[in-house]
């Protein structure tokens, strides 16, 4: 069974400063998705990034850009010049290719600092 | 403007008693899940629907939940005879396809406590 990692249960950055938040996952299958989803305080879950196994290349989104490691089922996010509004929880996500649901981490809170 | 509202946004429901938590899509998206997230644990998934059925379900789901969607439009999920451990975060989500990548937009979720 898939399983998804998140070892840092919070996580605080100085704000315009740049923090990485990791995630690590387990699967025998070789096309898959792999998703960053943030929850704010409205709790809403908002999609931030996303990744197909596929491809080589590190997904970006603006400020938002992922380290993914296939070989070592790694896929961390790096959030750069952070700002306030980036505060939230943040949720690692794995979607097998072809499947409906989605697994998911426990989760790591994200802190900024003025 | 959210793609998903549900409703209520809390609910207090005596153990025993059923719920009705409710989701309405805003647009056309084909693809409606439901998923869970107890305080403290990780969000589960409980089912997926699609065409007026369900298409995948998890372990959690059970007779005591049900899904429908009876006027075409909104969403439900039934929970019957509530239990304690029932007490969570429930989350709809839609989606224009079944995975392959495509976004998943959430509802801002309905907090159930049962006492």
């Known amino acids: 069974a898939q399983t998804v990692t998140q070892s840092q249960p919070e996580m605080s950055v100085q704000e315009a400063e740049t923090v990485t938040l990791s995630c690590t996952y387990d699967t025998s299958e070789s096309d898959y998705y792999l998703f960053w989803y943030k929850q704010p305080p409205s709790r809403q879950m908002i999609l931030v990034i996303r990744q197909e196994a596929y491809k080589q290349q590190n997904a970006t989104e603006n400020r938002f850009s992922v380290n993914f490691q296939k070989a070592a089922k790694s896929f961390s996010l790096k959030i750069s010049d952070s700002q306030l509004g980036d505060a939230a929880m943040y949720f690692c996500a794995y979607e097998r290719d072809s499947n409906y649901q989605l697994i998911w981490g426990a989760g790591t809170k994200l802190i900024i600092k003025p | 403007e959210p793609e998903v509202t549900q409703t209520p946004s809390h609910q207090v429901t005596q153990m025993g008693q059923e719920v009705i938590l409710r989701c309405v899509p805003i647009s056309n998206h084909l693809y409606f899940y439901w998923y869970r997230q107890i305080l403290g644990q990780k969000v589960e998934f409980l089912v997926s629907?699609?065409?007026?059925?369900?298409?995948?379900k998890s372990e959690i789901f059970d007779d005591q939940f049900s899904v429908e969607r009876p006027d075409g439009s909104n969403f439900t999920l039934k929970i019957r005879s509530t239990k304690l451990e029932d007490s969570a975060m429930y989350f709809c989500a839609i989606s224009a396809a079944k995975g392959t990548g495509t976004e998943a937009f959430f509802g801002q979720g309905t907090r159930l406590t049962v006492v």
């Open positions: 629907f699609y065409n007026n059925e369900i298409s995948e």
